[in-house]
């Protein structure tokens, strides 16, 4: 067994009912990614097209694959055609984008809404105290339909300090529910990473999305 399997082994069991595993494959190979997928991941995360592209050519659609990436109005027809899930959904004009090349495909694109917890200016996302409006503006949009919020928070070595942003992330999500907005589904809270995962998941997360926790630290 590789190292990979052996970290799928080892994530899969410690995680909760429920919460469930996005592997970041970013410069992954798709060899790498089969040897995770083997060993029991069923969702796939990419941050460019282009790698997306080349992996699923090879592997195809056995896996869910979502893009965790910040997606360009030009690469849409393409993040589109290739994914199960854009997580990264920050604004309603790219929203629009992504309902009318989903009508254009005939699909309707699963999203969830970036949210911009730590507020950085260099960053994307909904800032927190906007979300709800937005929510609202891109849940007319035909073409698209709102199933979670995303969130990254800032990076900090200490996974602790991240807990405040997984914590307001949380509220919004749980505003948003009570909100009963129509063609709106807050079913996923994506949050946390490898370094801050576990923290993610005791502030009410259901989807982590691990990069060298599965494949070892890039090279």
Known sequence: MGIISEN??????????GVELVAAAKTRTPKEINEAIDAGLSTIGENYIQEAEAARATIGAIVNWHFIGSLQNNKVKKAVRLFDLIETVDSVALARAIGNEGLAQGKIMPVFIEINSGREPQKTGVMPENAQDIVR??????????????????????????????????KIFEQLQKLDIARVEMKYLSMGMTNSYKIAIEEGANMIRLGSRIFGHRT
């Open 8 to 17: 799928v082994y080892s994530v899969l069991a410690e995680l909760p009912r």
């Open 137 to 170: 503006q891109i849940s007319d949009i035909k073409g698209v339909k709102i199933l979670g919020l995303m969130t990254m928070g800032p990076r900090t070595g200490n996974p602790e300090e991240a807990r405040p942003y997984f914590v307001e992330t949380r």
